[in-house]
């Protein structure tokens, strides 16, 4: 079995073959996965916020969707991945809570989602498969021998994308 390396809320890493990466609890946290089938090697950030820009304490980059996955994508071409082969999935992004107020403020799993494809299409990482928004938690598990994005939720069970 290959080594599990968990990644913690507002975190990042990246393995090579055979290791696979887990992130635990995404509700409107929204779980960026990279991925380099050429050399088999893994991203994944759990960001909580959209924009670094809007916060003052922003000195954890893994934290936001603008410099998190600028941050995901150097450490792994540091590690050999080759950056026109980099592919993203997306999973996370929940309204886990229902608010009288629909002010666009509190629909934090909405704006991760949207800040999140904007950073990748900045960067021409093309989205190849994604399981964002709904109301319920995810972990997920990211293997970089195949590049399949296993995700769990509960009551809503199992899947691969």
Do not use: W
């Not at 003052?56 to 995901?72: E, P, W």
């Not at 080759?82 to 608010?99: D, E, H, P, S, Y």
């Not at 950073?119 to 997920?140: C, F, H, M, Q, V």
């Amino acid at each position: 079995m290959a080594d599990l390396i968990k990644v913690g809320m507002a975190d990042l890493n990246t393995v090579c073959f055979p290791g696979v990466l887990t992130t635990l609890g995404l509700g409107s946290c929204v779980g960026i996965c990279l991925y380099d089938s050429t050399t088999k090697i893994a991203g994944m950030a759990h960001i909580m916020l959209p924009s670094s820009q809007q916060i003052k304490n922003n000195s954890n980059i893994a934290k936001f969707a603008d410099t998190g996955i600028v941050k995901l994508l150097e450490d792994m071409l540091q590690i050999g991945a080759k950056r026109n082969k980099i592919v993203a999935k997306l999973a996370g992004g929940a309204q886990m809570f229902n608010f009288n107020d629909s002010s666009d403020i509190m629909r934090i799993g909405a704006r991760n989602v949207s800040a999140t494809k904007e950073s990748l299409k900045a960067l021409n990482i093309p989205i190849i498969a994604e399981d964002t928004g709904g109301n319920y938690g995810r972990t997920i598990e990211l293997y970089s021998d195949s590049g399949i994005l296993l995700i769990k939720t509960i009551g809503y069970g199992t899947k691969q994308i």
